[in-house]
C-alpha cells in the first residue's frame, strides 16, 4: 500500500525558480540571489521585477513599475465602505484584509491579466491595511501618495508621517526578507488555486486565509506578547519553563524545513539591532536576545532531538515593533511582502499548467447498510 506522507512533509511538489530552501545549512535563495545580499539592498519593487520577470529592473522599468503601482493604490467605494462596516463590527485586520481583497475584484472583468490583477492587488492591499487600521482606531484614513515607493507609502498611510529613510529601509529589508519561502502553506494554496486556472484574486484570498494561522504567518504578534510578558531578563526561564510545561508551544521557535536558526531570523535580527540602537527599544531588544538564548536551551533539554531553533516570526516581531507598527499589523504586513511571492507562484503555475491535485488513502467504514435514522424514529413514532 502506497504510504501517506502526514503534512506532505518532505514531499517535493513541484520545480521552482523563485526560491530555494537549505533546512540543513540555513541557506536562503531568492531568484539567485542570497538572502544576505538582496534584503538588506533592494528597492522592494526591484524584488517585486527579479520575482515576477526573472531580472532586476533597469531604472526605466522600475521607474515605469512604481508609476503602475501608485495608479493602482486607491480604493473603490465598494472597498472602503467593506472596510468601515467590518472595522465597527470590530473584525480581525486578517480578516478584513481577506474580505477587502476579495472585493478588488469588482475591477476585474474577462480582459484583465495575471498580471494586471497581481499588480492591483499589491499595490491595493497596503491601502486596505492601513485605511482599516485607521477605521479601527476612528481616524480618517489617509490617501496614498503618489511619490512615495511602496514601502514608504504604507508607512506614510498609517500615521500620516513621511518616513525617514532608516524606517523606509528597514520595512524594505523586511519585506524582501519574506517575499517567498518555497513551497510554504500559504503559497502552496495560492499555487492549488491557481493550476484550477481560477483567477489570480482568487489565489491570493485563499492564500491570505492560510498565513493568518498562528501555525504559519500568525506566530509573530504572540511571539512579541510573550516578551513583554516576561518583562525582565531574570523573569525568563520561570516563564518559559512554565509554559512549556503546560505543553505550549513558544511562537517563533522550530520550523518545518528549518533544523537550525532561520537565516531570516539573522537578517531580521540585524535590522533590529540597527534600529534599536540609540532608541528606547534598546531594552526590549537586550531582552529578546535574552528570551532566545534560553529558549533555545530550554528547547533543547525538554524536546531533545526535535531541532527547534529561532524562525523568523521572532525578529519579525521585534523588528516591526521598532518600526512602530502596532500587533494587529504584523500579520498583514507579512502578507503586503509574501502577496509578490504568492503571485510569482502562481504565474509559474500557470506557465505549467498543471492541476495539482494528490490523493487520500480513505480509512472509513466500506460495510454499511442503508437505513434512514430518521425513517426509523418515524415508524417507532
Ligand atoms: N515550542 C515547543 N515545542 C515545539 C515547538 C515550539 N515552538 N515547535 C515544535 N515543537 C515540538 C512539538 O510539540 C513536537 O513535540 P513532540 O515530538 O514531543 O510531540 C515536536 O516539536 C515536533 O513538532 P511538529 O509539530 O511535528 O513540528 P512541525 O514541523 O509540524 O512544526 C511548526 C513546525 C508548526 C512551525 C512548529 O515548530 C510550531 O508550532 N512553532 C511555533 C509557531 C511558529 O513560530 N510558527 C511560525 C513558523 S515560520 C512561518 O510559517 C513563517
Not at 51 to 79: D, I, K, M, V, Y
Not at 210 to 215: E, M, N, R, S, T
Not at 249 to 267: C, I, N, S, T
Amino acid at each position: 500500500m502506497t504510504e501517506v506522507t502526514h503534512g506532505l512533509e518532505g514531499v517535493i511538489a513541484a520545480e521552482t525558480r523563485l526560491s530555494r530552501v537549505d533546512g540543513e545549512v540555513g541557506e536562503l535563495i531568492l531568484a539567485g540571489y542570497p538572502l544576505e545580499e538582496l534584503a538588506p539592498n533592494a528597492r522592494f519593487e526591484e524584488t517585486l521585477h527579479l520575482f515576477w520577470h526573472g531580472e532586476l529592473p533597469s531604472s526605466n522599468q522600475l521607474s515605469r513599475l512604481q508609476s503602475e503601482l501608485a495608479e493602482c493604490r486607491t480604493l473603490r467605494a465598494a472597498t472602503q465602505y467593506l472596510i468601515l462596516a467590518s472595522t465597527d463590527a470590530k473584525t480581525s485586520m486578517m480578516d478584513i484584509l481577506r474580505m477587502a481583497t476579495d472585493s478588488l475584484s469588482l475591477k476585474t472583468d474577462s480582459s484583465t491579466t495575471p498580471r494586471d490583477a497581481a499588480l492591483r492587488v499589491t499595490a491595493a492591499m497596503p491601502t486596505i491595511i492601513a485605511n482599516a487600521w485607521r477605521r479601527s482606531r476612528d481616524e480618517e484614513p489617509i490617501s496614498p501618495d503618489d511619490d512615495l515607493g511602496h514601502a514608504a507609502n504604507f508607512l506614510y498611510m498609517l500615521d500620516g508621517q513621511v518616513p525617514s529613510d532608516e524606517r523606509v529601509r528597514a520595512l524594505e529589508t523586511y519585506l524582501n526578507t519574506v517575499v517567498d519561502h518555497g513551497f510554504n502553506a500559504s503559497t502552496f494554496t495560492a499555487r492549488v488555486i491557481a493550476s484550477t486556472q481560477s483567477d489570480l484574486i482568487s489565489a491570493v484570498v485563499g492564500a491570505i486565509g492560510a498565513l493568518k494561522g498562528p501555525l504559519h504567518g500568525g506566530a509573530p504578534g504572540p511571539a512579541l506578547d510573550m516578551v513583554f510578558e516576561i518583562g525582565r531578563p531574570e523573569n525568563t526561564e520561570a516563564y518559559l519553563r512554565e509554559k512549556l510545561a503546560r505543553g505550549e508551544r513558544l511562537m517563533g521557535f522550530g520550523h518545518r524545513v528549518y533544523k537550525v536558526r532561520d537565516p531570516r531570523a539573522e537578517v531580521l535580527a540585524h535590522a533590529a539591532a540597527q534600529l534599536a540602537a540609540s532608541g528606547e527599544n534598546r531594552a526590549l531588544y537586550d531582552l529578546a536576545l535574552k528570551v532566545e538564548s534560553v529558549a533555545l536551551q530550554l528547547l533543547e533539554e525538554l524536546k531533545p532531538g526535535r531541532r527547534l531553533k529561532t524562525n523568523v516570526e521572532f525578529y519579525t516581531a521585534l523588528l516591526l515593533h521598532c518600526l512602530g507598527l502596532p500587533t494587529e499589523l504584523f500579520t498583514p504586513t507579512f502578507a503586503l511582502a509574501r502577496v509578490v511571492g504568492w503571485c510569482a507562484h502562481a504565474f509559474e503555475q500557470l506557465e505549467e499548467g498543471r492541476l495539482i491535485r494528490p490523493r487520500s488513502r480513505y480509512v472509513g467504514p466500506t460495510d454499511r447498510v442503508w437505513a434512514s435514522p430518521s425513517r426509523e424514529q418515524e415508524s417507532v413514532a
